[in-house]
């Protein structure tokens, strides 16, 4: 029963997820946060892709600014 009691805790909601990935692009998140990000992005294959799209985005602004 604890298990379960400690998965529950760990676990996060799509949008606490997504305001994460959104400070993942400002900051490092500190650990207890990546944790329970990673574990979300390992069983929510929406949030995966929004993680994706973000990478995307902050790649392309790289290689953008790089132009000057």
């Given at each position: 029963?604890?298990a379960?009691?400690?998965?529950?805790m760990?676990?996060?909601?799509?949008?606490?997820?997504?305001?994460l990935l959104?400070?993942?692009?400002d900051?490092?998140?500190?650990l207890?946060?990546?944790?329970?990000?990673?574990?979300h992005?390992?069983?929510?294959?929406a949030?995966?892709?929004?993680?994706r799209?973000?990478?995307?985005?902050?790649?392309?602004?790289?290689?953008?600014?790089?132009?000057?």
């Amino acid at each position: 029963m604890r298990a379960l009691a400690k998965h529950r805790m760990l676990r996060i909601s799509c949008q606490q997820a997504s305001r994460l990935l959104s400070q993942r692009q400002d900051e490092p998140l500190p650990l207890g946060k990546r944790l329970r990000l990673r574990l979300h992005l390992a069983y929510c294959d929406a949030c995966t892709n929004v993680s994706r799209q973000f990478e995307a985005l902050r790649l392309a602004l790289q290689r953008w600014k790089g132009r000057d």
